[in-house]
């Protein structure tokens, strides 16, 4: 065997060890391209979503100029 031979059949490996990377990283679409796993969406809690409304009714408020209920 000469060095360019193990060479290329080093390259080959180094590809089909690309590829599975690949296929375990994440979905392969065509040409062997990946997508990123979906993140899970947050939620937030009524009352955190009331907690938020209400400072920002204060913070308009003192915008202008009234007290805040």
Do not use: C, F, H, Y
């Amino acid at each position: 065997m000469t060095i360019s031979v193990v060479l290329s059949q080093i390259d080959i490996e180094i590809a089909k060890l690309q590829q599975a990377r690949k296929l375990l990283s994440g979905k392969v679409v065509g040409n062997g391209r990946t997508t990123k796993p979906a993140r899970k969406k947050r939620t937030m809690s009524a009352a955190g979503r009331a907690r938020i409304a209400a400072a920002q009714r204060a913070r308009w408020a003192k915008v202008k100029g009234k007290t805040a209920k």
